[in-house]
């Protein structure tokens, strides 16, 4: 390393020759719009002052000549061969990093460069920093937009192309990494942890699906929340989230990883909400088959509206559907779905049963279905019992998180369809950042206290 005595001499000149150009060119901004482009200017003139103090102490490292053999991370030995000066692009600007090349002909990868590797460069000519703001941007807003942002507060020039791949590399990544730790084996400690509930911790794990248009087909996204509730049922804290379009391939292995990071599999009380979808249920059965488990009360509202509307559905008789549903849904909330079973029985000879070939909004199979379907979830319908222990019966965690997971970015118009490898990585970001949980799933969040530490 270079002596940081002379290394701060070189940084302290260049710095004083900005801060002089800065000075003197105030004169020459126009009146009137002074503030406008002085900001603007000191905020070229902070990234300029930030670029040369990174380029400093990049240039004080030296080249990360380690002799005439290194020993890389994979054991293998590889010969001092020659210098390579690549540029990154940085959050702060360009700056530039001459690394000594170490090779050795038949290796994979023949050529390493432990300079790079000790600064944690990656392959392209972003630094990660850069990278990050990238793939954060092209998550939180549609490309264009975002960039015409991040390249004017960064002083860059990415591209929606650039934008696009990152986007789609780190939600790749994303993915990748959940899905191995779903799969970590346990050390023995672990183990034994699992079949300990945690005292007083009370979750819920709450999963629908949303549509997402790709170039493909349409694709049904399955979104998985889990909250923490305090006595009374009420959310406390934000949640976390995780999403997919491939359920038979992926779903399992994130929703047990987004049980397992929240503590959720060893909660002292778990609930699992959702509609009346036969999938809900059969993946409660395999990943939490000991939890409550509540069908969405106002689903269930819904059809009983939807049935009250078909039974009275003739002109004039609209006051009658009115007064049947509301009696029903008051008598389901009050846990009396018994009775609701037997009214729905009393009404099907009446209206008989619907043929084969009849329309789904025919009365007769709108009855039948809606039988079908409390008499199918009977067990999940105890609003009474619920609501007196304590616990939601309303999903609208999960119906928010699909809006605000999925359709607010990759529902923005009726056309917008999606590269399903694209669409996949986008769901991946998207639940991290709904989540507040980009930096420790990143491992970022250590970095940030060395960034930022927080006042003593």
């Given amino acids: 390393m270079k002596s940081l005595e002379r290394v701060r001499g070189q940084i302290m000149t260049k710095m004083a020759a900005c801060v002089e150009s800065f000075l003197g060119s105030w004169g020459s901004w126009p009146e009137g719009q002074q503030l406008y482009v002085g900001e603007h200017k000191a905020l070229d003139f902070g990234r300029e002052l930030a670029r040369i103090a990174l380029q400093g ?45 170490y090779y050795r002909q038949g290796a994979t990868p023949p050529c390493v460069y432990p300079l790079r590797e000790q600064l944690g460069l990656p392959e392209g000519a972003y630094s990660q920093g850069m990278e990050e703001v990238i793939a954060l941007s092209g998550t939180a807003g549609v490309y264009r937009e975002a960039l015409t942002l991040l390249n004017r507060l960064t002083g860059a020039n990415v591209s929606v192309h650039k934008a696009e791949t990152t986007t789609a590399t780190w939600g790749a990544e994303a993915k990748a990494r959940a899905k191995a730790e779903s799969k970590r084996p346990e050390s023995s400690r672990e183990r034994i942890a699992a079949t300990r509930p945690i005292r007083g911790l009370r979750r819920v794990v709450a999963t629908d699906g949303v549509s997402v248009q790709t170039t493909e087909r349409w694709r049904d996204a399955k979104v998985m929340v889990s909250y923490r509730i305090d006595e009374k049922g009420q959310k406390v804290g934000r949640g976390a989230y995780a999403a997919t379009l491939h359920y038979q391939e992926d779903y399992g292995d994130l929703l047990w990883w987004l049980m397992e990071r929240t503590e959720a599999s060893r909660a002292e009380t778990l609930i699992w909400l959702g509609d009346g979808a036969p999938w809900v249920w059969n993946q409660k059965a395999i990943a939490a088959p000991d939890a409550v488990g509540i069908v969405d009360f106002y689903h269930a509202a819904d059809h009983l509206w939807t049935v009250g509307r078909a039974i009275h559905g003739k002109a004039g008789h609209e006051r009658a559907a009115q007064r049947w549903s509301q009696k029903w849904v008051r008598t389901l909330y009050n846990g009396k779905l018994q009775a609701l079973l037997k009214e729905l029985a009393r009404r099907r000879p009446r209206l008989g049963d619907p043929p084969e070939d009849c329309a789904d909004d ?95």
């Fill in 57 to 101: 102490l990049l240039d004080a490292m030296g080249s990360g000549y380690c002799g005439r053999h290194y020993v890389g991370r994979d054991g293998v030995v590889r010969t001092h061969q020659t210098y390579v000066t690549k540029t990154y692009q940085t959050i702060v600007g360009e700056v530039t990093v001459r690394a000594a090349a």
């Fill in 362 to 456: 025919d009365p007769r199979k709108v009855l039948v279905d809606t039988q079908r379907y409390f008499t199918n979830n009977a067990t999940r319908m105890k609003y009474k019992t619920y609501r007196a222990s304590g616990y939601p019966i309303g999903s609208g965690v999960i119906e928010s998180a699909c809006r605000h997971v999925v359709s607010l970015r990759m529902k923005r118009t009726s056309v917008m369809a999606w590269h399903e490898d694209n669409a996949e990585a986008m769901l991946q970001l998207r639940s991290l950042c709904a989540g507040a949980d980009w930096d420790r799933f990143w491992g970022f969040d250590t970095l940030w206290d060395i960034i930022r530490p927080k006042a003593a």
